[in-house]
């Protein structure tokens, strides 16, 4: 099997870290090993004594009743932690699908959500988001997608790229949606937890419903990407039996430390996720305005949840755009071709503290076309 190229990450390997300003990072502020110890007075003394042996396939216990506390209804026994969400992401579409069937996904979305698939000779069904009523899905589209074949519903709520979140009604339509046709429904919610109101934070997919699969990380709500953390809830014996068996395959155990340093960071998701909002509200607000100065130019729909949005240029191919900006400021910004969703469109994000700085340089940068432009 070998999926096409990760469009998105080979771009980020080429440009991540050496771009001077980025602007598309979908993850939030992160912190040092220090900072995040000092949540704890004894938390140094527990790294030091951190046995480097192997740890439980699964995921060491005292992470999994961590991680158990997030959901209403799911056990420690009820969680695999993996090396990362993608690990996660792989491992299902090759644990609990099979050539010829058929699964249907939320586009536009993150790659590995249908390349995986497609690489293993099942066909997908794109379910696309409409730009035009704020990214939302039309429900009633899954009857026509559906078809004898389909084994799974693949969703990301709260959503990557757009930062749209369903309503509950929404929500509850697609589990019964899933319940009718008897499908799995995996659910990526490692922007979960980070609504902008708290108000609208939707049941985790596991809870509502036995055959949904519901995917977390420590990457985006808590920002320690570093820390290379993800895991999957359910209640379905089914899948983890046979994610267990295939992660045999893949990387076995987890890193020890980062099982220790992640058990830490989710005992406190509370003040994790507090500092990352507060981030991403005070950057939201310098955005409202940078859209409404230059409306002629670009526009977007403002997100609900998470901490990147999707931006629609109103002239020129984002391609083109996102090059010479890169290499006229710095600025990186991440083209929507690198997703398969025409070139009309940038990811933005809006996680981190150092927005200002990039938002102004991409400011002038726009001031200075239109000036160049005019004359």
């Known amino acids: 099997m070998q999926p096409t190229p990760f469009k998105l990450e ?29 949540f704890e007075p004894d ?42 969400a993608q690990e996660a992401i792989y491992s299902f579409m090759r644990s609990m699908l099979a050539p010829g069937d058929h699964v249907i996904v939320q586009m536009p979305g993150y790659q590995s959500h249908y390349s995986v698939a497609e690489a293993s000779g099942v066909r997908v ?19 026509t997608l559906v078809t004898p074949a389909t084994r799974a519903l693949v969703i990301c709520a709260p959503h990557n790229p757009t930062g749209y979140l369903p309503s509950r009604e ?37 809870d ?32 983890l039996e046979r994610m267990s068996t295939f992660k045999d395959y893949l990387t076995i155990s987890n890193s020890a430390p980062s099982e220790y340093l992640a058990t830490l960071a989710v005992r406190h998701s509370g003040a994790l996720l507090a500092r990352n909002l507060e981030i991403v ?9 940078f859209f409404l100065r230059h409306a002629q130019r670009v526009e977007w729909q403002r997100p609900r949840a998470g901490t990147i949005g999707f931006v629609r240029l109103k002239q020129g191919a984002a391609t083109r755009f996102c090059s010479e900006l890169l290499e006229r400021t ?29 938002l102004a340089i991409l400011d002038a940068y726009l001031d200075a076309t239109v000036t160049s432009t005019a004359s």
Request: net charge negative.
């Open 208 to 239: 509502v419903y036995e055959r949904a699969v519901s995917l977390g990380a420590l990457s985006k709500t808590h920002g320690l990407a570093g820390l290379r953390l993800g895991w999957v809830a359910t209640h379905s014996a089914e899948v």
């Open 125 to 143: 069904s794109a379910w696309m988001a409409r730009e035009t009523h704020g990214w939302a899905l039309d429900i009633d589209a899954l009857e």
């Open 10 to 38: 080979r771009y980020f390997a080429q440009h991540e870290f050496t771009a001077r300003h980025l602007l598309c990072s979908s993850d939030p502020e992160s912190m040092s090993v220090g900072e995040l110890l000092e």
């Open 170 to 206: 929404a929500f509850e339509q697609i589990v019964d949606f899933a319940r009718r046709h008897q499908l799995w429904l995996f659910s990526d919610e490692v922007y979960r937890g980070l609504e902008h109101d708290p108000a609208d934070r939707l049941p985790a997919a596991c």
């Open 330 to 358: 710095g600025v990186l910004l991440l083209p929507s071709t690198l997703i398969d969703h025409g070139d009309a469109h940038v990811r933005l994000g809006f996680g981190r503290r150092n927005l200002p700085e990039a």
């Open 43 to 84: 938390a140094l003394d527990g790294l030091r004594d951190t046995w480097l042996g192997y740890t439980e396939y699964p995921g060491a216990p005292a992470l999994r009743r961590e991680l158990a506390s997030l959901y209403d209804s799911v056990s420690a026994d009820q969680i695999i932690v993996h090396t990362g």
């Open 281 to 289: 509200r005070a950057n939201l607000r310098l955005l409202d305005d």
